[in-house]
């Protein structure tokens, strides 16, 4: 278990580090104030426009970086700080949101699967670790193996989790390239503007890669557990 609360820890701690960092850079492009003037929502709504999706609202969360487009009810969902405020990290989270839409609108193969595989994941993630590790624990008490098919069921739901977290990898990218391309086909920000949401999204999709890579060494880890109980 030592090797367990290892991999904890240094996932935690680049996981810590990469949102700090995150944190910092919004912090920093919210200094960055538009010179076209427009909010987070209206940039949002000019996108939808722009891309003839019009069956899509745009409304304001609580919270800070509670931003998310919902399939569901077709919203666009901004938290209040980027809803109302006129910067770069407005512009650049409004648009990668409304870049979902976009993908949702387009059928965008990767973010179909993402979706397909929601329900399952909200369930197996709750309950994947507790079978690993109870499914061991019950092989080492009996030789029956029960356990041993306990613990896989609980790797093959680890593994769908593993799965989710790369597939979110080209959504998340690819939402980030349609805003920045919109944003500059369309001249909706200066030069210096474009950067500032260019480096703000790139340190936004840099929280999902370590959340997979995260993800994968878990896999990793209690599948070699169960292979070692194996022998």
């Known amino acids: 278990?030592?090797?367990?609360?290892?991999?904890?820890?240094?996932?935690?701690?680049?996981?810590?580090?990469?949102?700090?960092?995150?944190?910092?850079?919004?912090?920093?492009?919210?200094?960055?104030?538009l010179k076209n003037g427009l909010s987070g929502r209206e940039i949002a709504e000019k996108m939808l426009h722009d891309n003839g999706i019009n069956d899509?609202?745009?409304?304001?969360?609580?919270?800070?970086l509670t931003d998310h487009y919902n399939p569901t009810n077709k919203t666009v969902n901004l938290s209040e700080s980027v809803y109302n405020e006129r910067n770069a990290s407005a512009a650049a989270v409004a648009s990668h949101e409304v870049g979902h839409a976009v993908q949702h609108a387009n059928?965008?193969?990767?973010?179909?699967?993402?979706?397909?595989?929601?329900?399952?994941?909200?369930?197996?993630?709750?309950?994947?670790?507790?079978?690993?590790?109870?499914?061991?624990?019950?092989?080492?008490?009996?030789?029956?193996?029960?356990?041993?098919?306990?613990?896989?069921?609980?790797?093959?739901?680890?593994?769908?989790?593993?799965?989710?977290?790369?597939?979110?990898?080209?959504?998340?990218?690819?939402?980030?390239?349609?805003?920045?391309?919109?944003?500059?086909t369309n001249n909706m920000l200066t030069n210096s503007e474009q950067d500032g949401a260019q480096d703000a999204l790139k340190w936004a999709a840099r929280t999902y890669l370590v959340a997979a890579i995260g993800s994968l060494a878990m896999l990793f880890y209690w599948g070699l557990r169960l292979l070692g109980s194996r022998d």
């Open 1 to 33: 278990m030592i090797g367990y609360y290892i991999i904890i820890g240094l996932i935690s701690l680049v996981s810590w580090l990469v949102s700090q960092q995150l944190k910092k850079k919004f912090k920093k492009y919210s200094q960055i104030h």
């Open 56 to 64: 899509v609202s745009v409304i304001s969360t609580p919270g800070k």
């Open 107 to 184: 059928a965008y193969k990767w973010l179909t699967m993402r979706s397909q595989l929601v329900p399952v994941v909200n369930i197996s993630s709750k309950f994947s670790i507790w079978l690993v590790i109870g499914g061991l624990a019950l092989g080492a008490a009996q030789s029956s193996g029960l356990g041993f098919y306990v613990a896989i069921a609980g790797l093959i739901m680890m593994g769908l989790a593993t799965l989710f977290s790369f597939i979110t990898l080209p959504v998340e990218y690819d939402a980030s390239n349609r805003a920045l391309a919109w944003l500059k």
